[in-house]
């Protein structure tokens, strides 16, 4: 339940980014005062990812809820930091199949290729 809430959250945001709204109310781990937040992890990685102004270190974010917010959401089954990152790779890797069927070369080559810089 809690990852469809997530996934609905987000998609608003991501809405009302698209709709042209300047703030877009986040939280870490989607914590917020009520159900229904957007993670701030999540947002700011899809807002970058679809190409919106996003005024956030990403970075410094998810070291953030990994070290004050993760500890008391594990317990009822928020999504780890780690994975939001590697949700993120997959967006990446989804690129790169593309690539090479269209080029013929080997996607896991290119991947090998990619994570060695």
Known sequence: MVMITWAFALINSLKAAELGY??????????????????????????????????????????????????????????????????SILVICKTYIKFPEKYGVDPLSLIEEYTKK
């Not at 917020?32 to 679809?50: D, P, Q, W």
Request: hydrophobic content about 40%; overall charge positive; proline content about 3%.
């Open 22 to 87: 300047e703030y877009i109310d986040c939280s870490l781990q989607g914590m917020g005062r009520s159900s229904g937040n957007t993670s701030t992890e999540l947002f700011a990685i899809a807002a970058n990812k679809l190409g919106y102004p996003i005024d956030i270190d990403i970075k410094k974010v998810l070291k953030l809820s990994r070290r004050y917010v993760y500890p008391l959401s594990r317990k009822i089954n928020m999504i780890d930091t780690m994975c939001v990152i590697l949700a």
